[in-house]
């Protein structure tokens, strides 16, 4: 009896641990074909100039300008309007119907669909605030969908600063404001810039907020203003896989702008998950 | 070095005729299937201005036209001419819409390479599109179902295509859409069983073109008339166009851009 | 004195931009309907949603959604299929199964699922995937239902894995205990005490899961083939609702009625995220573990 019961917990487990090596096998698969097909294309003049020949030679510098400044745009909006929201609801708040409120927008801003964030960014910054296509709309637009998932890591940094901290700040006859400032802050800074980045990296894939807002299917001089249109990393692969002229012909450049996305995003989230093991290991002392 | 880059440095080298200096940004807007010739063009044209910037977007003709009377682009790409409706839009808006015909092209169906049909009459592809062809055998192919593929509803291709082929009926629902004449090679060469439309332009090695009632569609047989189902290609502009658009407008135009035409596989006017 | 009137007044500042998401949210709403309702003087609601052919750019037009819905909900559905389990599993496995050492490998594997962009997968799913399938199953295209339901489960599975993860770590170890020492195996703790315990948590997860894939765009975009009709099997094109908003949005006329059935589309798919995330939001407050005395 007691055999047979240890034989399906084996079975299982197994199966258990079966899902979750499919799940690494399949990032691995998807990995493999974009570095594999991908890294031929990559060389110095890929990243350092403009799309020729119809875009069915030369590089992708245009498109990774425009990305990170439609990123230096969505930060700007979200960060301080995502760590501010933050300290409301972790330091300020009490329980209660409005932070109840709050926190359901949040969560419901959390899962829009990226898609409604692109009408409602055509609809309000393109047309109605006259932004036109240009980095300051795709950016605003990014910013609104990146900010739950700032606001989200700011209050669990701000959560991980030990009451103690605090309470020597009041002791010493410190105000809330001063003590946020002073004290809590810069103690959760770290992790606050953790959650930044991987918030960012989901901003600097996506493509579906960035189509009708701030990103165009051609345009090889870099942005000189914020109310620039600009290429963009994404919005790149997608043109060239579905609507370019020879799309066959530029493979190698979609698959080498794919690897150029994925080493970006994958870089940022790395350099997060470092960070962060990094904090871990410091909070534990 | 490649060719393209010799061929700017030549046009730069023959062209004696220095533009107006106006360190201008033009926006050019709007049909898919004007788009290789647009972005040839402005290859070549920034090449010989480099003051001039110019940026391109898809999106279709009638969005082509939209930005026109907008204001949002100084040229309007659009593979059909204007129609009714949206001249009485920008005549509400005090907008004088001018066309300009910068090249001709034909929309030639095409089936999967391995595909044994060569030819198809106009009734049959309409019968296909309608959903009442649905097997290669009844077009005497090789028996296999026959894969649809269309354009997203408000291309301009696929305006041209309901107007001529499908005589203002229905493509069946069950037709897979895809958003340019890129993407339908794409999913024709890829497809076995696959029938699809694409520009002139767009003829290559995984797709074969089928002859419309005995006659393939080509240069010439588009130029005479005889290739049933042939389209002129446009540039908008919001009333008459000065500087820089008039510059651009006049370079596709000339000899040395109608020759850009044919490099981008449309059919040029002369 | 003063010190404190700055307090006030820099409580009251945080307050207002806590209110942003609000907001933000709000204006969402304001917008999708003030651009999508005038269709309504064009169909009636009815038509709109249950109307079967979607032509909107025919004169006169159909703006019938149904064939658009049903492909959304199939697609998800069947994404759902896959990524629901093997999420779950996954779940179970690192929080109950894996020794420290290797979930500290697999954890940051499933957060580079989550943070791969969907743009990239919908591209694998479109010209690594599709051929596949097509020559695997002998089917006439490859773009279908079944290939942007695979590509959709690798996108929800990061949400249900991580959100379930939360859910059974958070079980109180006081219930495993007594489990064992009932006399229960490892596997029979799991099942009997630990997803139980843990069920309202990944019943969020498996919310948010689908309700991310009810979303996505830029898979079923590229990899869903764009036939908008209703699907008979799995392996029929369909065109879901986020798809038909991002290919045609840039080709319809601003203001035209095809645009505003866009924004329309919009709201029906805003409503059933709104609607699957309030469901989440009142399934984890609602039976939020509560001390060792909630089972």
Redesign the interface.
């Known amino acids: 009896m007691k055999k047979h019961?240890?034989w399906?917990?084996k079975v299982?487990?197994l199966?258990?641990?079966t899902?979750?090596c499919?799940?690494?096998a399949?990032?691995l698969l998807?990995l493999y074909?974009?570095v594999s097909r991908g890294w031929r294309a990559i060389s110095w003049d890929f990243l350092t100039q403009s799309p020729k020949d119809s875009m069915t030679a030369g590089g992708i510098l245009p498109c990774i300008v425009g990305t990170t400044s439609l990123c230096l745009m969505t930060l700007m909006v979200a960060l301080?309007?995502g760590v501010?929201?933050a300290?409301?609801?972790n330091?300020?708040?009490r329980q209660g119907t409005l932070v109840r409120?709050?926190r359901?927008?949040?969560?419901?801003?959390?899962?829009?669909?990226?898609?409604?964030?692109?009408?409602?960014g055509?609809?309000?910054f393109c047309?109605?605030l006259k932004m036109g296509v240009s980095i300051a709309a795709g950016g605003l637009t990014l910013g609104?969908m990146t900010?739950?998932v700032i606001?989200g890591a700011s209050e669990e940094a701000l959560k991980a600063v030990p009451n103690t901290y605090r309470e020597a700040s009041f002791a010493m006859g410190a105000?809330?404001?001063?003590t946020i400032k002073k004290v809590v802050l810069p103690a959760a800074f770290p992790g606050i810039i953790t959650g930044s980045i991987?918030g960012l990296?989901?901003a600097?894939?996506?493509?579906?907020p960035i189509?009708?807002t701030g990103a165009v299917f051609f345009t090889p001089d870099l942005p000189g203003s914020i109310l620039d249109e600009v290429m963009a990393l994404?919005?790149h692969?997608?043109v060239l896989?579905?609507a370019g002229t020879n799309i066959e012909a530029t493979?190698h450049l979609?698959y080498g702008t794919?690897l150029v996305?994925?080493l970006l995003?994958?870089g940022m989230?790395l350099a997060a998950?470092i960070l962060r093991s990094k904090m871990r290991k410091k909070l534990r002392i | 070095m490649n060719k393209y880059t010799e061929l700017f440095i030549s046009i730069i080298f023959l062209l004696t005729v220095s533009s107006t200096v106006f360190a201008g940004e033009l926006v050019i807007k709007g049909s898919t299937t004007v788009l290789p010739i647009a972005q040839k063009a402005a290859e070549a044209y920034m090449a010989e201005h480099p003051d001039v910037k110019i940026s391109l977007s898809?999106?279709?003709?009638?969005?082509g036209i939209?930005a026109i009377i907008?204001g949002t682009a100084n040229i309007g790409n659009a593979s059909r001419f204007i129609k009714q409706k949206?001249v009485n839009l920008a005549g509400t808006k005090g907008v004088y819409p001018v066309p300009f015909r910068i090249a001709l092209d034909a929309i030639v169906p095409v089936v999967n390479k391995n595909n044994a049909v060569t030819d198809v009459t106009l009734t049959q592809l309409k019968d296909i599109y309608l959903g009442k062809i649905k097997d290669w055998k009844e077009v005497s192919g090789t028996p296999?179902?026959i894969?649809v593929i269309s354009r997203?509803?408000?291309?301009g291709t696929?305006?041209v295509w309901k107007d001529l082929v499908m005589k203002k009926e229905?493509v069946?629902?069950?037709?897979?859409?895809?958003?340019s004449n890129g993407g339908i090679v794409q999913?024709v060469a890829?497809?076995?069983?696959?029938i699809g439309y694409v520009g002139l332009g767009y003829l290559s090695d995984g797709i074969k073109a089928v002859k419309v009632d005995g006659i393939a569609g080509s240069e010439e047989s588009t130029l005479n008339g005889s290739f049933p189902i042939s389209r002129g290609l446009f540039m908008f502009t919001k009333g008459w166009p000065t500087g820089d658009i008039m510059g651009f407008l006049s370079f596709i135009l000339s000899k040395k851009g109608q020759d850009l035409v044919k490099e981008a596989g449309s059919i040029p006017l002369f | 004195m003063k010190?404190?009137h700055?307090?006030k007044g820099?409580?009251s500042?945080?307050?207002l931009?806590?209110?942003?998401?609000?907001t933000?949210?709000s204006?969402?709403m304001v917008?999708?309907f003030?651009?999508g309702l005038p269709i309504l003087e064009h169909v009636n609601i009815k038509e709109f949603i249950f109307g079967k052919?979607?032509?909107?750019?025919?004169d006169p037009a159909d703006f019938g959604i149904l064939?658009l819905i049903a492909g959304s909900v199939c697609v998800t559905l069947l994404s759902g299929l896959m990524a629901i389990?093997?999420g779950i599993?996954?779940a179970?496995?690192?929080a109950e199964?894996?020794s420290p050492r290797v979930a500290e490998i697999?954890k940051?594997?499933?957060?580079?699922?989550a943070?791969?962009?969907?743009?990239?997968?919908?591209?694998?799913g479109?010209?690594?995937v599709?051929?596949f399938i097509?020559k695997l199953f002998n089917i006439?295209?490859?773009?279908n239902m079944f290939n942007a339901s695979l590509m959709l489960a690798?996108m929800s599975?990061p949400t249900i894995?991580s959100l379930s993860e939360d859910a059974i770590f958070s079980v109180p170890r006081a219930l495993k205990e007594a489990s064992f020492a009932l006399g229960a195996?490892?596997?029979?703790t799991i099942v009997k005490v630990i997803i139980p315990a843990s069920l309202s948590g990944i019943c969020t997860a498996v919310i948010?899961g689908l309700?991310?894939a009810?979303?996505?765009?830029?898979v079923v975009?590229?990899a869903a083939?764009?036939?908008?009709?209703?699907p008979t099997s799995i392996f029929?094109?369909v065109?879901p609702l986020?798809a038909s908003?991002?290919?045609?949005?840039?080709?319809?006329?601003?203001r035209s009625e095809?645009y505003h059935a866009?924004?329309a589309i919009?709201i029906v798919?805003?409503v059933f995220?709104?609607i699957?995330?309030?469901i989440?939001?009142y399934i984890s407050y609602k039976f939020r573990q509560v001390g060792e005395a909630s089972l």
């Open positions: 019961r240890l399906a917990q299982f487990f199966s258990f641990k899902a979750a499919l799940n690494g399949a990032l998807i074909f974009m301080p309007i501010c929201s300290v409301y609801l330091e300020y708040a409120i709050i359901l927008g949040i969560n419901n801003l959390a899962g829009v669909p990226s898609i409604v964030f692109g009408l409602f055509l609809a309000f047309i109605v609104i900010l739950p606001i105000t809330k404001w001063q991987l990296s989901r600097a894939g996506e493509t579906a189509m009708y994404p919005y692969i997608y896989a579905t493979r979609q794919a996305l994925i995003v994958f989230n998950i | 898809g999106g279709g003709s009638g969005n939209k907008d949206e296999g179902k894969v997203d509803s408000s291309s696929f305006g229905r069946i629902p069950s037709a897979l859409t895809v958003p999913a890829n497809t076995p069983g696959a | 010190r404190q700055i307090d820099v409580q500042g945080f307050l931009v806590a209110l942003f998401s609000i933000a949210l204006l969402i917008f999708l003030m651009e052919y979607w032509y909107p750019t025919d064939a389990p093997l599993m996954t179970v496995y690192l199964i894996a697999v940051p594997i499933v957060e580079l699922m943070s791969l962009p969907s743009v990239v997968i919908g591209f694998f479109m010209v690594v599709a051929p097509q006439p295209v490859g773009l690798f599975i894995c195996t490892h596997f029979e948010l309700s991310r009810l979303g996505e765009t830029m975009l590229m083939g764009g036939a908008a009709m209703m029929d094109p065109r986020p908003i991002a290919a045609e949005m840039a080709e319809a006329p601003f095809h866009l924004f919009g798919l805003f995220t709104f699957f995330n309030l989440a939001d």
